[in-house]
């Protein structure tokens, strides 16, 4: 069965660092999504991206926020200047147009 | 504004019993909803959805979910739980063509032997 790849699984960082979370949709797959879960909290919607451009994005998907579908494979999530506050899961997800299918997201520990 | 509302934080049920596990939603038009499950450090696995239709909807692991649109709730049933149910389930709610899901808060099922 298809799925949507993460790398890292794990990624550890110091404050003001950038960092890169890196993605491999479902290959015929259109539509693509970041979110994020602090512990303890819920899962928030960060950003979705489709025909090579944002479509939407939250109050959270700050200028320190970029995404990139730098090939045909790959989605991409950059943080410019990590916070401590931006210590999350973050899962990216891929959709058929209805139903979105999540990777096993990449924890993002900022020292 | 969307919303999703998972009543129950942590729910402990014995094995073999039923459960239900409660989600209310608030939307704006015409709902997709979905139940997701989390297992301790792994993704979103899907469950279940709703889209149109029979308003009973069966997913995998022997779970089903009932929609009703008159208490704007997506209960997760299942009627013989296995201790390997235990896990973190989140219902969400959301729109096709590459609109964005909510999600609850969650509840955390524990099963005990």
């Known amino acids: 069965e298809p799925e949507v790849t993460q790398t890292p699984s794990h990624q550890v960082t110091q404050m003001g660092q950038e960092v890169i979370l890196r993605c491999v949709p479902i290959?015929?797959?259109?539509?693509f999504y970041w979110y994020r879960q602090i512990l303890g909290q819920k899962v928030e919607f960060l950003v979705s991206?489709?025909?090579?451009?944002?479509?939407?994005k939250s109050e959270i998907f700050d200028d320190q926020f970029s995404v990139e579908r730098p090939d045909g494979s790959n989605f991409t999530l950059k943080i410019r200047s990590t916070k401590l506050e931006d210590s999350a899961m973050y899962f990216c997800?891929?959709?058929?147009?209805?139903?979105?299918?999540f990777g096993a997201g990449t924890r993002l520990s900022v020292l | 504004a969307q919303s999703v509302t998972q009543p129950d934080i942590h729910i402990t049920v014995s094995e073999g019993a039923s459960l239900e596990l409660r989600c209310n939603y608030s939307?704006?038009?015409?709902?997709?909803l979905f139940w997701y499950v989390q297992s301790p450090g792994q993704g979103l696995q899907l469950l279940l959805k709703?889209?149109?239709?029979?308003?009973l909807v069966q997913g995998i692991k022997g779970f089903e979910a009932e929609f009703k649109r008159s208490q704007s709730s997506f209960n997760l049933r299942k009627p013989s739980v296995h201790w390997s149910d235990a896990a973190e389930y989140f219902c969400?709610?959301?729109?096709?063509?590459?609109?964005?899901?909510?999600f609850g808060a969650g509840t955390i099922l524990r099963v005990k032997s």
């Open positions: 997800a891929s959709s058929d147009r209805q139903i979105e299918y």
């Open positions: 290959s015929n797959h259109l539509y």
């Open positions: 991206f489709y025909n090579n451009e944002i479509s939407e």
């Open positions: 939307y704006g038009a015409t709902p997709y």
């Open positions: 709703y889209f149109s239709g029979d308003t």
């Open positions: 969400a709610v959301g729109a096709p063509y590459g609109n964005k899901l909510v």
